[in-house]
């Protein structure tokens, strides 16, 4: 592929990946908020994935964290929760710097 990325990705696809960044966000945001603690672990990776491959660095870096607590064995119910929390809070943040990144 030709294209000024150092990845190799052309023009066309990382303008494709600035246009669904914020979409993309915003279900990650959905899914971790509305998905049952038990599931809460494999939803993380599956965003993980997801954020990194549209590249939200910042928030890959927040699913890196919680995955880590999650992957605690002791980690509690309530401290699970309360990391959950703390990575949407932090999510919700990034969305302002997404906005406008939509196609017209």
Not at 18 to 38: G, K, N, T
Not at 66 to 92: C, I, N, Y
């Amino acid at each position: 592929m030709s294209g000024g990325s150092s990845g190799g990705e052309s023009d066309a696809v990382l303008a494709f990946i600035r246009e669904q960044q914020e979409a993309v966000l915003q279900r990650a945001i959905d899914e971790l908020r509305s998905c049952p603690p038990a599931d809460l672990r494999g939803v993380a990776h599956a965003v993980h994935g997801t954020l990194g491959s549209y590249q939200l660095d910042a928030a890959h870096e927040q699913i890196v964290t919680l995955s880590a607590v999650l992957a605690d064995p002791s980690t509690t119910v309530e401290a699970a929760e309360e990391a959950r929390a703390r990575t949407v809070a932090t999510l919700v943040s990034l969305q302002p710097a997404l906005h406008g990144n939509v196609a017209s």
